[in-house]
Every structure is written in C-alpha cells, then in structure tokens.
C-alpha cells in the first residue's frame, strides 16, 4: 500500500514529530510504502521511507500554514496515494490524527478567546478538516482530545476512535542509561541523600512550572528540582525562583536532547500543567520508573493509577502539588515503586502503539475501497 503521512514539520524533536517518524518507521518496516509529505526535513526513520517537500515562499506564520495545506490538497490531486494519514492543519485526509487537542479548545483554555491571525488560520484548517465528508476517520491520542473534538465540530463518536500516545520502553530505560545519568549527578552535584524532583516542558507557564516553584518553596525538607525545556522567558522564572527563596535549589537546565537521563536521575517527574492533551513526558517518567504528579487537564491521567502517580485539581493548586511532592519525596527508593511504574509503562510501548495505529489505517483503508 503507497501511504503518505502528511505534517508541515518532520524534525528529530516534538511530540506530534515523534509521532511521526515512528509511524513512518513501523510503515516501513511492514513492507509499505511510506512517502511523508512535509514542508521542511531531517533524516528518514527508516531507508526505504521517502520525503516530499512542499516549500516555497510564505507571508507569516500564518501564512505558512495555510499555503501548506493548499500544496498538500494539489499535490494529492496530482498524485496517487491508496491512504492519506493527516497528523493536523491540512484539510486532504483519509484519516486524520488529532495529538494536540482542538485549537480552538486551546485558545479558549489558554488565551481565554483571543485570536491571533495564526490562530484564526489554524482553527479554519481545524474546521475545514473536521466537516461532513472531509474525512473517514479521526484518531484522537486521549478520550479528552477525542471530546474537543465532538464538542467543536459534532464529529460523530463512532467516527473517532481513542489510540493513547506511546512509550520508547528501550530508550527510556534507567537500566540503559545508568552510567550516563551518574555522570549528570557529578556534574550538577546532586546529593542522593535528598529528593530530586524533574518539570520537563516547553512553555512554562502553560505546563505549570510557576505553581510547581510555589509548591516545592512550601518543602521543609532538602530538595532539588531540576527544570528543562525550552522557555522563551526563561528569566522570568528564575527570578520567580530567587522571590520564592529556591533559587540555590533550582537547576536550569534548559533543552534537553536525552530526557531519558533526565528521568533517571530524579525521583518525581512534575507536571502541573494547565492545558494538555495528553503528555508524551508522563509515559516517559514512568517507564524510567519514577512516579508522576500532573493534573486533570493532562490527557495522560486517562492511562494512571494512584499506585504510580497523583492527579491535582484542575485548579492546579500550589497546595496539592505540594501534598503530592510530599508523599512521592517519603517513597523514593522504593523498588516496589520503580517496577509498577515500568510496568504501566510496558501497556503502552511503541510497538504495541503503532502496531494499533496500523490495524487502524487498515481498517479505514478496507472502508475506503468498498
């Protein structure tokens, strides 16, 4: 089967990215044709998976993404492909996979309805993609996704199937990585004898890192807590950081290239976040088998259970998260812990992940010729 997987950016970094190159390397390696149609690229996932660039000259961001998803609706009208799988803001697909929940969801959560001209592009993409007729199928990552989505468009439930995101179980290994989270330790100095606790994401105001500061200021006990990821104002928070009297206890680390190691060396992973659709990094901790404390406005929480995690208000109250960092601080160590992390992990490893995705892909594509 000649299959394309259509999204504007394939990079080595990103959620919907790693999405992305694992689909096309499963693809491939199951004997189909994979072609990623895209607007800019790194090296393939797999040798036998090819690329498509759809480039040229753009006004904007926002112009970008709706030039993108014009040269994707010609180029499919000029070329043959038995499935199309859309992975957002392109209207031409046979089945579409919503990773990020609905734009529009997003604005209202976080921008409390104000539109830029970005976000009035994308959420025309979102809507043009989602009417009668422009699909046959939706993939949503978390049954909160999946719910945007009806109460957006009026997808109609049995149009939308629920597929959680995944976990590299090899690549995120405490095991696998020991000697090079020991060197991490030396070089930031960490004292083993106290807690570690690790907020990992990009955008700290959304993924909670100034209720996170709050909390682990309310500590009356040594700790540590390593923050990493990209942040535009990064500033802003470390002296947020320095008001709040944690700052010699804070480490920025900024991007991470191995958050592997990352999760290896602390003892809780800490997402507070306000808004999101499910969280790659939750998943990623408890395989590196480390308990997690997020919120109810991750997706993520639809794959927990309290033996491995705590899951705050949607409030994202400073005084919960401090609770849980407590509770999680007098468990470290525990090798119980460690291993009923894994083991939830382990449910949602990539192949198993992919490997539902295909049956999927295959179940629409039988639809589709009938």
Known sequence: MKIALVHMRHSDTGGTELFLNEMARYLAEKGEEVTIICRTHVAPPHP????????????????????????????????HYDFVYGLGKTWSNDMLRIGGGTHLHFVQSMKHGKLTLKDKVAIAIERRAMSPGAYRHI???????????REAYGVPEDKISVIHNFVDTGRFSRERVQEQAAVLEDRLALDR??????????????????????????????????????????????????????????????????????????????????YEPFGFTVIEALSCGIPVVTTENCGAKEVLNPDVSTVVGEGVDPEEIYSAMVYWAERRGDRGLATACRALALTLDVNEVMERNYQQILTVYEQKKD
């Open 48 to 79: 036998d998976v090819s690329f498509v660039t759809l480039k040229g000259l753009s006004l904007g961001k926002a112009h970008r993404i709706w030039k993108f998803a014009r040269q994707v609706e010609r180029h499919l009208a000029d070329t």
């Open 139 to 149: 993939v949503a990552n978390s049954f909160k996704s999946a719910r945007e989505v």
């Open 193 to 274: 004898n106290q807690p570690v606790f690790l907020f990992l994401g990009s955008g700290y105001e959304r993924k909670g890192l100034r209720q996170a500061l709050t909390a682990f200021a309310r500590l009356d006990f040594p700790a540590t807590l390593l923050i990493a990821g990209r942040e535009s104002n990064e500033a802003a928070f470390k002296a947020l950081a320095a008001e709040l009297g944690v700052r010699e206890r804070c480490r920025f680390l900024g991007p991470q290239k191995h958050p592997e190691v990352l999760f290896s060396v602390a003892d809780c992973y800490v997402l507070p976040t306000h």
